[in-house]
């Protein structure tokens, strides 16, 4: 156990990023579609409570990642109706996703606070790939989820980019009325898009709570929810770069404890008060979603051009 | 044929009106309370709880005392201060959802000044400290302003997160260089000289700042309402397009609103520890700055409905206490003000479209 302090760094910065991952893949989803959602902080919350609670009841943790799919679906359904069928403003109902979701998770959980998990989610080494000097250790001793977000990099990547039906999800984004008239569903599009982003921030508030925590704690996502979606920004619409952003954040996240940990070993930094340390993955979000979208608005790539905007097929 | 189908034959469609409907824009938001309190009745019943109780604790606990009543009036001062902040700056499409960052940046500054200048006439510190709580609430409101004026970026993402880093700096200070040395170790700073703490109302908690914020609501309304200004800024919100073609400095006008609305946020967090707590100390808002989304969607982010909407959901705030204090499940005073907000983004609809019910052939059969 004697790896070089960065590849330990890199390695609890995946973990770290793991969360983050699976919220800004569904973000990047519902956004290709057309559909802002601001409510990603409460699908995950509600997403981690109910991943929590259907493992300590059923004593299985893949019991729980399905609870918190198909919460994170209903929250996703929710948004969709008022945001895709009602027409509603979706910077709104993001946030009113966000409160109600803070509140239920708080509600739900309220009786089950702090007991331990019974079936953590608990590394696996992968044969093989594992053996891969520094990399082995960095990507391929965690656990299944860890995996399991790698292949949805790669299913999210190819379906948006290599399939029909990714090309009319990025039709319906870009230019909701001329898909219309492709006879593509722009209706049926955005809320697939939707409820399927929702499941995923869902699956990314599970993985805090059963394999990253593992336990419950009202607010467990300290604004997670809402990295996720200026990562999104930051990966211009992209799962790869969604990947890297997510594991950079992570990394962030994890150095406050990593510096913390090293005690007198982490020079002047020992000096700094855990609070500031804390601010580090907000400032950082900050300070990347400038220095991006003035790069981005230089360069005209990414936003989805129908972004934010009910579709009325009345007003074509 | 599009739409809903119901049963046979039948599909609900929406139609559009032929223009806005004024009367249903008022119901909305009380059909959408109503609804809510249904909604989360029938929640409850689902989760095991008596709803009737629980809405009779929550009653009983604004309405059952003078008390509990005088604790509404002090809660619904953060929230209409920050349900204005909140306002002025949705009705320019501005998202500032860092009220709360911006109350504790308020705060910090208005409690460095009792802190280390508080000594003296109490009108002159008090006016100190009303000056450095909205000049940080303001500051803090710009941060985020200026790279959106500059370069579009997303204000929604970063003034949420400046609100971590406000609590976060807030909480450095109470654990660390202005924890009260007599304190017995508890993260809280020195109390408050008396020339540094608002006067109140009688022998309740009711403070100063109630008057700030209707003085501020009635401002607000002249500013918006009676001068050129706020008419510029009615106009970005609603067009920013037509707004441009008039010769209007949109980047300009971001960054005097973001000011203003983190100023007003400022002057919510200064007279909580002014008014309040008399010290500064963590926890010190309860979510005022989120719950002021709602008080100022609900209110049509008009000021005066706002008065109006943040002593209801100050209520709600203090039956939620009165909840927590009976052993029962506060957490669903969020759930009713997140339900609140979807009833009214729904309603919303019925401003501008009628709901037809239509044969398959197209024939209206009934509205």
């Known amino acids: 156990m004697n790896d070089p302090l960065v590849v330990v760094i890199l390695s609890t910065a995946v973990i770290a990023g793991t969360p983050l991952l699976f919220a800004a893949l569904g973000e990047i989803l519902a956004e290709r579609s057309g559909v802002l959602n601001l409510g990603v902080e409460g699908m995950m919350l509600v997403g981690a409570v109910s991943g929590y609670i259907a493992t300590l009841l059923t004593g299985n943790h893949w019991a729980g990642v399905l609870a918190a799919l198909a919460a994170g679906g209903m929250m996703g359904m929710i948004h969709a109706f008022i945001s895709v069928s009602l027409r509603g403003n979706q910077v709104v109902s993001g946030l009113a996703l966000t409160i109600f979701g803070t509140g239920l998770s708080a509600f739900l959980g309220k009786s089950y606070i702090g007991q331990p998990v019974p079936d953590v989610f608990k590394p696996v080494t992968v044969p093989l790939f594992s053996q891969i000097p520094y990399l082995g250790k960095i990507f391929f001793e965690h656990d299944a989820l860890v995996y399991l977000s790698y292949i949805f990099v790669i299913v999210i990547w190819v379906l948006v980019f290599k399939t029909r039906w990714g090309l009319n999800l990025r039709a319906v984004g870009e230019n909701p009325a001329a898909a219309d008239s492709m006879g593509i569903p722009v209706y049926l599009t955005r809320y697939i898009s939707v409820v399927s982003g929702g499941m995923l921030a869902g699956l990314g508030g599970a993985y805090l709570s059963l394999a990253y925590a593992p336990t419950w704690l009202e607010n467990m996502t300290a604004g997670r929810g809402w990295i996720a979606v200026a990562l999104v920004i930051f990966a211009v619409w992209h799962p790869w770069k969604a990947l890297v952003g997510s594991y950079i954040f992570g990394g962030v996240d994890a150095l406050g404890f990593h510096i913390q940990a090293m005690g007198e070993k982490a020079l002047f930094l020992k000096d700094v008060s855990p609070f500031f340390l804390q601010m580090l993955p907000y400032i950082l979000t900050i300070i990347v979603l400038i220095l991006v979208t003035s790069e981005t608005k230089k360069r005209r790539v990414g936003t989805p051009a129908a972004l934010g905007l009910p579709y009325d097929r009345e007003e074509r | ?367």
Not at chain 2, 8 to 26: P, Q, Y
Not at chain 2, 278 to 301: C, D, E, F, H
């Open chain 2, 1 to 367: 044929m599009s739409g809903l189908p119901l049963g046979r034959n039948r599909v609900i469609t929406l139609e559009k009106r032929g223009g806005f409907s004024r009367g249903v824009a008022l119901l909305v938001p009380v059909f959408s309370i109503v609804c809510a309190v249904i909604g989360g009745g029938l929640f409850l019943l689902a989760a095991g709880y008596d709803p009737v109780e629980i809405y009779l604790t929550m009653l009983s606990g604004v309405f059952g005392s003078a008390y509990g009543l005088s604790e509404t009036v002090v809660k619904t001062i953060p929230l209409l201060l920050c349900g204005l902040a909140v306002s002025v700056a949705f009705r320019m499409q501005l998202w500032n959802i860092g009220a709360e960052g911006q109350l504790y940046m308020g705060a910090v500054a208005a409690s460095w000044v009792a802190l280390f200048h508080g000594e003296g006439s109490p009108v002159v510190v008090i006016a100190l400290m009303l000056l450095a709580g909205a000049a940080a609430g303001a500051l803090w409101g710009l941060i985020p302003a200026i790279p959106r004026a500059l370069f579009k970026v997303n204000e929604t993402i970063t003034t949420l997160m400046l609100n971590y880093v406000a609590i976060l700096f807030s909480d450095y200070l109470v654990y660390g260089p202005w924890k009260d040395p007599k304190g017995m170790n508890f993260p809280l700073s020195a109390v408050f000289p008396d020339s540094a703490i608002l006067p109140h109302f009688g022998d309740t908690r009711i403070h100063l700042g109630l008057v700030f914020g209707l003085i501020a609501a009635v401002l607000l309304y002249i500013v918006l309402w009676h001068t050129k200004w706020g008419y510029e800024v009615r106009v970005i919100g609603e067009s920013p397009v037509a707004a441009r073609y008039a010769g209007m400095n949109i980047a300009r006008n971001i960054l005097l609103v973001m000011a203003l609305s983190g100023g007003l946020a400022g002057i919510a967090g200064m007279a909580e520890v002014s008014g309040i707590t008399q010290r500064l100390q963590p926890n010190l808002s309860s979510g005022y700055g989120y719950t002021a989304i709602i008080v100022a969607w609900l209110g049509r982010l008009n000021p005066f409905a706002i008065i109006g909407v943040s002593f209801l959901m100050a209520g709600l705030l203090v039956g939620g206490y009165n909840m927590q204090m009976s052993g029962l499940p506060a957490a669903i005073v969020s759930i009713l003000q997140g339900a609140i907000l979807f009833f009214i983004l729904g309603g919303d609809i019925l401003t501008k479209y009628r709901i037809r019910i239509k044969n398959t052939r197209g024939i209206e059969v009934a509205e």
